[in-house]
């Protein structure tokens, strides 16, 4: 079967840095995506790793292994409006992306 | 209006009503989905759209039935549900073939089955 697996809840201080893990089992792999989700709002999506290696666009980075199906999200200068839940995605080998459960991150003055 | 829109952001119905829920993009997109979201889950991928035709069914109980008219509408129809039903149904879009993983979300429908 198809799995993704990340923390279900993590809690971090304003103005840290703070790490989401990602792991995956696929039926093939052709990118792996993070969404940011507020709490009742819409998944935004944040950003796409499709070769091994780091991306980074501001305060956010992602990391890719392919070998090693692995994934994280890197937040900077954490600040109270980060406060979401983070949802790691990969698309399969039929282009359809499977999800994660998402991450609830906490920021705490 | 920009992006996706989804209308109605809140439903109550009963178990044997028929109701409907419309999604709308205004990006120019070609592929369209219908996702469920229940608390503490992954999201569940229901039914996609590439270029109006359906191309995923995800073993979706035959009380959802979709329909795409045309590449920039999406309505999802809804019979007889069961109060398991109840969860937030959204709607994405994306380019299509070439870019299939980056979605663009509607606000969703809070449905509750009563």
């Known amino acids: 079967g198809q799995n993704i697996d990340q923390p279900t809840e993590m809690t971090a201080t304003e103005g840290a840095i703070v790490q989401i893990n990602c792991t995956y089992q696929?039926?093939?792999?052709?990118?792996l995506f993070w969404y940011q989700q507020h709490a009742g709002e819409a998944p935004t999506f944040l950003s796409y790793?499709?070769l091994d290696g780091l991306e980074e666009k501001g305060r956010f980075s992602s990391f890719l292994s392919r070998s090693k199906g692995y994934s994280y999200l890197l937040l900077k200068e954490l600040q109270m409006k980060d406060s979401a839940s983070y949802l790691c995605?990969?698309?399969?080998?039929?282009?359809?992306?499977?999800w994660g459960a998402g991450t609830k991150l906490i920021i705490k003055p | 209006e920009t992006g996706v829109t989804q209308t109605p952001r809140h439903l109550v119905m009963g178990m044997t009503n028929k109701k409907s829920l419309k999604c709308e993009q205004h990006?120019?997109?070609?592929?369209m989905y219908w996702y469920k979201q229940s608390a503490k889950k992954p999201l569940e991928l229901m039914f996609v759209?590439?270029?109006?035709?359906?191309?995923e069914n995800n073993s979706v109980p035959s009380r959802f039935s979709p329909e795409c008219p045309n590449s920039s509408h999406l309505f999802l129809h809804l019979h007889t549900l069961q109060p398991e039903d109840s969860a937030l149904y959204l709607c994405?879009?994306?380019?299509?073939?070439?870019?299939?993983?980056?979605?663009?979300f509607g606000p969703g429908t809070r449905l509750l089955v009563l």
């Open positions: 994405a879009s994306s380019q299509g073939e070439g870019d299939l993983g980056t979605q663009y």
């Open positions: 990006l120019g997109h070609n592929a």
């Open positions: 759209y590439n270029f109006k035709e359906q191309t």
């Open positions: 696929t039926s093939g792999f052709n990118g």
């Open positions: 790793n499709v």
């Open positions: 995605a990969v698309l399969d080998s039929n282009y359809q992306l499977i």
